[in-house]
């Protein structure tokens, strides 16, 4: 995914796009306050890598699994999209305090297992706490990375269930 930040109307917003194709709108912070939240979608990347699960992702891709109604409801609906951005939301407001996770190398119990109760009853939940929280510093390790490059290509390996970032290649 290239992660692209620009100016548009007066307003700094990231545009993502996958093989040359813009992937959903282009995102602001919608906060008064910058605080580079428009680069959230690293998260579902990290989420997708490292857990298996993104319903935003699978919206924005447009892979939901129409083939099975019920999992496509209740897995890739709405809800669980709104389940999923809360969880970024949550994190992202925890991980203000620390500098983004900086020198953070393990999340406290208390956040790890209020993110495990909010996704209870979703495919997710099955996922251990180590495993979120792989995905949670995983995807602000990258998160920094942008914020320090405006710019950039991450590629989430869904095999590997690994994240990574390198600099957009007409930056070197």
């Known amino acids: 995914m290239h992660i692209v930040e620009t100016r548009v109307a007066g307003r700094t917003c990231v545009t993502q796009l996958c093989n040359g194709v813009e992937i959903g709108s282009r995102l602001t912070d919608n906060k008064t306050v910058e605080d580079d939240y428009r680069f959230h979608d690293v998260f579902h990347l990290a989420n997708a890598a490292v857990l298996g699960?993104?319903?935003?992702?699978?919206?924005?891709?447009?892979?939901?699994?129409?083939?099975?109604p019920e999992i496509d409801e209740n897995e890739d609906g709405a809800r669980a999209i709104l389940i999923e951005e809360g969880v970024s939301t949550l994190i992202f407001h925890h991980a203000l305090r620390l500098?983004?996770?900086?020198?953070?190398?393990?999340?406290d119990y208390s956040l790890l297992k209020t993110v495990q109760d909010f996704v209870n009853g979703y495919e997710v939940s099955r996922c251990p706490l180590w495993q979120w929280e792989q995905a949670i510093l995983n995807g602000f390790t990258v998160f920094r990375k942008l914020r320090t490059h405006r710019r950039g290509v991450v590629t989430a390996d869904l095999v590997e269930r690994t994240i990574t970032f390198r600099p957009n290649p007409d930056d070197r």
């Open 53 to 68: 699960w993104s319903p935003c992702l699978r919206a924005l891709f447009k892979v939901k699994r129409k083939s099975r």
């Open 99 to 107: 500098n983004y996770f900086a020198s953070v190398k393990t999340l």
